[in-house]
């Protein structure tokens, strides 16, 4: 073996000795776990109006909202999130999936149509999420999760208004765990589609 390759020989080792640290150090971090929202959404006694359709929009959301972590703003009112939790997507595609949802349950619409269909539709509905994130008031105790929505109700024909209002809601969390925190958003977001779904019919 000639000098100089005798050594490279240690340090070519030492590297890849690091790169095998490495890798054992990347495999103690968590995995990212992935939460679904499946809020309960009451019916809308509003019956179905002759071919009266509906489609939910592209959701607009307020600046840092447009991710999949789950967020959560301190007592400071700095805007985080929880560590390796994640919805399935990202908010605006996670709104616009329940809202679509609750307006199909509803039956106030004999079609409900999501942003990316080609498909026309007699009514748009339009949301846009100023809040969707757990608050802490004091830290270390159960948060309440918070869902503050902008929505407008539009009819396509002619683009004319037909509606605007927010919703807003809120839902204690039991307890400061993930669990806890994701049921809370589940009841506060159900109760946010249920009133908008509710709004939105009575445009009609």
Excluded: N
Excluded at 13 to 28: E, I, K, Q, V
Excluded at 34 to 60: D, E, F, H
Excluded at 171 to 185: C, E, K, L, P, T
């Amino acid at each position: 073996m000639t000098r100089s390759a005798w050594l490279a020989a240690p340090a070519f080792c030492g590297l890849a000795l690091l790169s095998g640290c490495g890798s054992l150090l990347g495999s103690r971090e968590s995995a990212p776990v992935t939460y679904v929202l499946r809020p309960s959404v009451a019916a809308v006694a509003v019956p179905a109006t002759g071919t009266k359709s509906l489609q939910v929009q592209r959701v607009v959301v307020a600046p840092g909202y447009a991710r999949d972590e789950i967020l959560r703003t301190e007592p400071d009112r700095r805007l985080g999130q929880y560590a390796s939790s994640r919805w399935p997507d990202a908010l605006p595609a996670v709104v616009e999936r329940l809202a679509v949802d609750a307006a199909r349950g509803s039956g106030a619409w004999s079609v409900v149509h999501d942003a990316a269909a080609p498909l026309p539709a007699t009514e748009l509905l339009r949301l846009t999420v100023r809040r969707f994130d757990a608050e802490y008031t004091v830290e270390g105790r159960a948060p309440t999760v918070r869902v503050v929505i902008d929505a407008t109700v539009s009819r396509r024909s002619d683009r004319a208004l037909l509606s605007a209002f927010t919703v807003e809601t809120s839902a204690q969390a039991a307890d400061d765990r993930m669990s806890a925190i994701v049921a809370a958003f589940d009841e506060a977001a159900g109760v946010a589609m249920e009133r908008i779904t509710r709004q939105a019919a009575a445009a009609q």
